[in-house]
Every structure is written in C-alpha cells, then in structure tokens.
C-alpha cells in the first residue's frame, strides 16, 4: 500500500524557514517523479514544484522560485522542501503527492498533508 | 502562463449525468488529469491523459478533451460524488503545473 506522511509543519514568523518532509513507503520510491502541492485554507489546488526520480529536473511556481528548495533522499525513500524568507501568503496545508510516471504525468497518490501557518 | 478555467459550481439531480469543463487555449493538444476532493481529504485522482481511469474509480467517470475544452463527465450520479474537481496539465512552455480553479459539485 502505497503511504505518503508529511510532517515539519507549524506555525512559524514571516521571514523565517521551514523544512518540510515527507516520508514515502509502498513503492519504489526512486522510480516516480515527486511533487508538493498546497492548499490555501478555503481555496483550490497550487502546484508548488516538483522533482524528477533522480533529481535531474525540479520545476517551482513562479510565487516560490527563489525561496523554496525541493530535494529528495533515496536512500531515505523521503521527499523534501526547504522554505525560507516565509511570507503570510504561503499559510496552507502542504501535500506530498507522486508522480504516475515521469515528472510531467498526474499524481497518482496524496499524503494527508502537513499544515504551515505564517502569521506574526 | 497558461491558465485553466473551470466553472465554480455545477449542480445536478442524483441518477442524471454531470458535466464539468475545463477551458484552456489549445487544451486539446495537452494531457488533462482530473481529480476529486471531498471535504478534509486529500485530492484522488479520477481520471489521467484526458480520458484513462485508474483502478478503483468507477466507469460512471469519463473525460474527453478537444479544441479548447476538457470535460469530466460523470454518469448516474450519485450523492457520494458530491466534491470539488480539479482539472490539471503540465505546461510545457513554463516547465509548471497547471490546476484549474475547481468546480464544486452539487448533488440535489
């Protein structure tokens, strides 16, 4: 059975950072591209980036490029994403999701995602 | 950057058959994926390359994808379809992925 467990979340201040982590099991994990997608309380899906199975190629919103860092651990079968300079419109619930195939294809699982406030 | 616009909300009697859109210029020379989300839950996936069902989701759920529109068509509706759906592509043009606004289903 294929899990996917986010953690790393919480309430942090504008401006600071924030490592999140997402912990993969069921599959082989370093045979699918992975991706964090987020969800602003209320509203609808965003993209955040996404990761290709050897990390080759990493793909960022426009609203996180520069701030945000996605890598992956093999070994580890854990996926990651370092957020810095943390602004209060990046609150949302963060979601680990993998890839079907490649990094181009849908997202075939979802973990139960991680929340991350940012408020002073 | 490509935008994919959905209609906030669609409503339908159970048993009758729902039609969510999903416009985009030149969509249909992209793969469409679509997935549902009922309240508190992760998103699922319904349905991938425009028109494939992953194992587990019911043959009631169809897509198709032409010109500047995709469409998630639901058959015989039932109350437990009731959820946001959300269209999504990969664009190519700005190495992103793309999700549509969401359109929430009502079952009357």
């Known amino acids: 059975e294929v899990q996917l467990v986010e953690s790393g979340g919480g309430l942090v201040q504008p401006g600071r950072s924030l490592r999140l982590s997402c912990a993969a099991s069921?599959?082989?994990?370093?045979?699918?591209?992975m991706h964090w997608v987020r969800q602003a309380p209320g509203k609808g899906l965003e993209w955040v980036s996404g990761i290709s199975w050897n990390s080759g190629n990493m793909g960022y919103a426009d609203s996180v490029k520069g701030r945000f860092t996605i890598s992956r651990d093999n070994a580890k079968n854990s996926l990651y994403l370092q957020m810095s300079s943390l602004r209060t419109e990046d609150t949302a619930l963060y979601y680990c999701?993998?890839?079907?195939?490649?990094?181009?294809?849908?997202?075939?699982?979802w973990g139960q995602g991680t929340m991350v406030t940012v408020s002073s | 950057s490509y935008v994919l616009t959905q209609p906030p909300s669609v409503s339908v009697a159970p048993g009758k058959t729902a039609r969510i859109t999903c416009g985009g210029n030149n969509i249909g020379s992209k793969s469409v994926h679509w997935y549902q989300q009922k309240p508190g839950q992760a998103p699922v996936l319904v349905i991938y390359y425009d028109s494939d069902r992953p194992s587990g989701i019911p043959e009631r759920f169809s897509g198709s994808n032409s010109g500047n529109t995709a469409t998630l068509t639901i058959s015989r509706v039932e109350a437990g379809d009731e959820a946001d759906y959300y269209c999504q592509v990969w664009d190519s043009s700005g190495d992103h992925v793309v999700f549509g606004g969401g359109t929430k289903l009502t079952v009357l």
């Open positions: 069921g599959f082989t994990f370093d045979d699918y591209a």
């Open positions: 999701a993998k890839g079907r195939t490649n990094l181009y294809d849908a997202f075939d699982f």
